[in-house]
């Protein structure tokens, strides 16, 4: 298993860009999040979903949108990217009440 | 929604030591707290997690606490070691729920 597989690991963007960061899971898990993390403020929830074809609102939603179209992939998109929205983006994963498996990670710069 | 907070921010300890974090959560219907370890430039790594039917859980020199009625939930670790340090995150959620709340982080320095 690769578990949680996030593609690109690192993106520069200028403000107004619009991209798509990837998330795929092979593990079977019903639930799939993001997160984003700025220094001192720990992960944020963005969106997450609870199966294909279902995602809901986290803590920090606006100015990103995703779908689910699959059990295994879960991507989030920007728009029209913003400097604020720099940050390093977590996706995670997991069987309902059990732990997030986490990727690696996106580290995203937007000038 | 569940506001989470986490102290100290910083924890200085020397090898050895016992070092104890601690979490405040809002929401009374949070039922599962996990908590995080996360290393400079990796992903977040499960450590251990409580679940609020049991009031304490063990791990070899992890160990973590949950007072359901006073809100919060601590990690204890012994015998600190330097590869202990790293930055600890705890979390709070309602089982089957995946809306998870984070703290803000502690970082951890195990002095050798």
């Known amino acids: 298993n690769a578990g949680v597989t996030q593609t690109p690991k690192f993106q520069v963007l200028k403000t107004g860009q619009s991209m798509t960061l990837q998330c795929a899971q092979d593990?079977?898990?019903?639930?799939m999040s993001w997160y984003r993390q700025d220094p001192g403020m720990g992960l944020r929830l963005i969106h997450y979903s609870v199966g294909a074809g279902i995602t809901d609102q986290g803590e920090v939603p606006n100015g990103y949108n995703v779908s689910r179209s699959t059990t295994e992939d879960f991507p989030l998109r920007l728009l029209s990217a913003a400097p604020s929205q720099t940050s390093v983006y977590f996706c995670?994963?997991?069987?309902?009440?059990?732990?997030?498996?986490f990727g690696d990670g996106t580290r995203l710069s937007i000038l | 929604g569940e506001n989470v907070e986490q102290h100290p921010s910083t924890l200085s300890v020397q090898e050895g030591d016992s070092a104890v974090i601690k979490c405040t959560y809002s929401d009374s219907a949070s039922n599962y707290f996990p908590w995080y370890k996360q290393e400079l430039g990796k992903r977040p790594q499960l450590i251990i997690d409580i679940r609020s039917n049991v009031g304490e859980k063990k791990d070899q020199r992890i160990a973590v606490t949950l007072n359901k009625t006073a809100k919060h939930f601590s990690l204890h670790i012994t015998e600190t070691q330097p590869e202990d340090s790293a930055v600890y995150f705890c979390a709070a959620s309602r089982r089957g729920n995946n809306d998870m709340r984070f703290g803000a982080g502690t970082r951890l320095t195990v002095k050798p």
């Open positions: 995670a994963s997991n069987r309902i009440g059990q732990p997030q498996h």
């Open positions: 593990m079977n898990h019903e639930y």
